[in-house]
C-alpha cells in the first residue's frame, strides 16, 4: 500500500441533539466502521470536539473522487446502513459541516498507522489529542502559500510543541455523490497536529497565546480568523 493514506479526504463535523453524542459514538464503532472500510473507504478517525459538547468529528478517506463516489454508494444503498440509518440520523441535528480536501502534495497526506485499530468492542480512550487547524483563504491555495509554510510556519509549530502531520487544501472536484453535501464556495488550508495527552495539548495552547504573532506570516491569504478544533479521539480512533 502506498505510505499516504488517502488521496481525497472528508473532515465531518456533526452537530447532535443535546445529550446523544455517546449515542452516536457507540453506534458508530459497533456498527459502521468495518462496513464502510469493506467498500474501499478508509475510516481515519473519529473523535469529541473538545470545546462542543454536542459535536462528533470524524475523517474518512478515498483512492480518488471515482472511488468515494462507488464506496459511498456501497454503503449508504446497503443493508448496514439501511438497518441503523434511523437510529444515527435520529442524534443528528446537522450532518452537512464537510470539508472535502486533498494532500497539498503526495507528501503532506496522513501516513497509514503503524498500529492496528482497536477490536470491536474496545471502550479505553486514548490520552492523545488531535487538533484540526483550518485557514479559510481568499483564493486557491497555492506555491506562496505552501512554501510560507513550510519555511515560516512549520518551524514555529515545531518550536510551540505542536508538529503538523498532515497538510491539505480543498479538493475542488465536482462532489461525486451528491446525496451527501458538502460545503463548497470556499477554500481552505488544513494541517493536524497529534499531542501525546492533553497535557501537552494544554501546554502548546498555553505557548501558542504568548506567542502572538504566530500566525502573521499567513495573513495574506486569509480571509477569516483561523479555526482550531480541539479533538479527544474515540475508543476505536485510528488516528490517535
Known amino acids: 500500500m502506498p505510505s499516504s493514506c488517502c488521496s481525497v479526504l472528508e473532515l465531518r463535523q456533526y452537530t447532535l441533539h443535546p445529550g446523544q453524542r455517546d449515542v452516536l459514538v457507540s453506534l458508530f ?22 470545546d462542543r459538547p454536542d459535536r462528533f468529528v470524524w475523517l474518512r478517506g478515498f483512492r480518488d473522487m471515482a472511488s468515494r463516489r462507488e464506496a459511498l454508494s456501497a ?44 477490536s470491536p468492542g474496545a471502550d479505553a480512550r486514548p ?14 491555495a497555492d506555491e506562496g502559500l505552501t512554501a510560507c509554510f513550510e519555511q515560516h510556519m512549520r518551524p514555529v509549530l515545531t518550536e510551540l510543541g505542536a508538529t503538523p502531520q498532515g497538510l491539505f487544501q480543498t479538493e475542488p472536484a465536482e462532489n461525486t455523490f451528491p446525496a451527501l453535501p458538502v460545503r463548497t464556495g470556499e477554500q481552505v488550508f488544513v494541517w493536524l497536529t497529534v499531542f501525546p495527552d ?3 495539548h494544554q501546554e502548546h495552547l498555553r505557548r501558542r497565546a504568548a506567542a502572538k504573532g504566530w500566525a502573521e506570516p499567513l495573513q495574506p491569504w486569509l480571509s477569516a480568523p483561523i479555526e482550531h478544533l480541539s479533538l479527544s479521539p474515540t475508543a476505536r480512533s485510528e488516528l490517535r
Open 127 to 140: 490520552d492523545s489529542r488531535v487538533e484540526v487547524t483550518v485557514c479559510y483563504l481568499k483564493a486557491p
Open 75 to 118: 454503503f449508504y444503498g446497503g443493508p448496514v446502513w439501511k438497518e441503523h440509518r434511523n437510529a444515527a440520523n435520529m442524534t443528528m441535528q446537522d450532518s452537512d459541516n464537510v470539508l472535502l480536501l486533498r494532500p497539498v502534495r503526495p507528501d503532506t497526506g496522513l501516513a497509514h498507522p503503524s498500529a492496528t485499530r482497536p
Open 198 to 200: 492533553a497535557g501537552h
Open 29 to 50: 464503532e459497533r456498527a459502521f466502521i468495518e462496513p464502510q472500510e469493506t467498500t474501499g473507504m478508509h475510516l481515519i478517525g473519529q473523535f469529541r470536539d473538545e
